[in-house]
């Protein structure tokens, strides 16, 4: 499956099915949990659909994770402030969140690099012959 195709797929699904629950939600009269319910299905959308970034074999993983970046910043910080999870009345409220996404996906960016960096390694290894 083309990758196009397969990030469709992959963020399409969770935002359909948050966003027809939200909108259930919304039409029992729970706006709260309604908007809650589909900030939640863009992000893991978006999330889902951008892992196909790191599987672009002739882009370098400076370039992977700059577009990635861009996708999550035009996505996710945006439905972190629309989701209602968190005070946004002032500019340090705002701020804060800024830096919990920052935070969070620094975290997360190092944590899986780590990860993948060493079980690459261990499949690069030869096999013990004994």
């Known amino acids: 499956m083309k990758l196009r195709r397969r990030a469709?797929?992959?963020a399409g699904i969770p935002v359909i099915v948050m966003t027809g629950i939200g909108a259930a939600l919304y039409a029992q009269g729970d706006a709260v949990n309604g908007?809650?319910?589909i900030a939640a299905g863009v992000i893991s959308g978006a999330v889902a659909g951008a892992t196909v970034i790191y599987q672009l074999e002739r882009?370098?993983?400076w370039r992977q994770s700059a577009v990635?970046?861009?996708v999550m910043a035009a996505t996710v910080l945006p439905a972190l402030f629309l989701g209602g999870w968190f005070?946004?009345?002032s500019t340090g409220a705002?701020?804060?969140?800024i830096g919990m996404?920052?935070?969070v996906g620094a975290v997360l960016w190092s944590t899986l690099f780590l990860i993948f960096r060493h079980l690459?390694?261990?499949a690069a290894r030869p096999a013990n012959s004994g």
């Open 8 to 10: 469709i797929l992959l």
């Open 35 to 37: 908007r809650s319910t």
């Open 59 to 61: 882009w370098p993983l």
């Open 68 to 70: 990635h970046f861009a």
């Open 87 to 89: 005070p946004v009345d």
């Open 94 to 97: 705002v701020f804060k969140v």
């Open 101 to 103: 996404f920052l935070t």
């Open 120 to 122: 690459e390694r261990r």
